[in-house]
């Protein structure tokens, strides 16, 4: 599914201006069009249009008269609000793209568990598989680096190649916690996956770092 976030309209007719102001193609000191030209060439209102003047007012780029209309100011500033544009828009895409990641993360998590989950609770399982499902205890040291951070932010799944499928915290036991469970000390993780990837775990909880 295409995500990719498409520009107000008055954005658009904004950078477009400053676009033609920067080449050159409207000088400084030239009188723009009046809004309902301008509306009818860019198809859009005459409201659109005042808009996006506005905003290129703010930044300097052009200045609205009352009653004589908006006049080309500065190309200078007109590369740089194209230039803090195309910053944020590429902001913006690296936003839009973590939280899709996070959002298949959470929802792998949380199949990951509820499948885990059954597994545990079914002794007709267990008593009839050849192999029992190797699960792990480790515990958060009282010290650990880990402490308040979430399980998303640890990428703890790529770090040790395990599957957190419960924290227990006292008497209380969090099933399939999400990406956004933050780990506190005393804390045990219940983790499905190798040997190695509970070493690994409990490598990742006795850190006095963690570069995330």
Partial sequence: MDTTA?????LQIAIDLAKRIAQGELPEG???YGRSVMASEYGVSPETIRRALRLLADMKVVDV????GAVVLSADSAKRYISNFDRGSDEQALRRKLRGLLEEYAEL????GKIVTALLQSRDTFSSAREPLPNYEVRVPADS????????ELKFWQSTGGTIVAIRRGQHQILSPGPYA????GDVIILVGSPEAAKAAAR?????EVNT
Wanted: glycine share 10%.
């Fill in 6 to 10: 498409v520009p107000a309209q008055y």
């Fill in 204 to 208: 990742l909880v006795s850190a006095k």
């Fill in 109 to 112: 998590n949380r199949k990951t």
């Fill in 182 to 185: 933050e780990l506190f000390g």
């Fill in 30 to 32: 030239q009188r723009l």
């Fill in 65 to 68: 008269r009352p009653q004589s």
């Fill in 145 to 152: 680096a880990l402490l308040g951070r979430s399980i998303g």
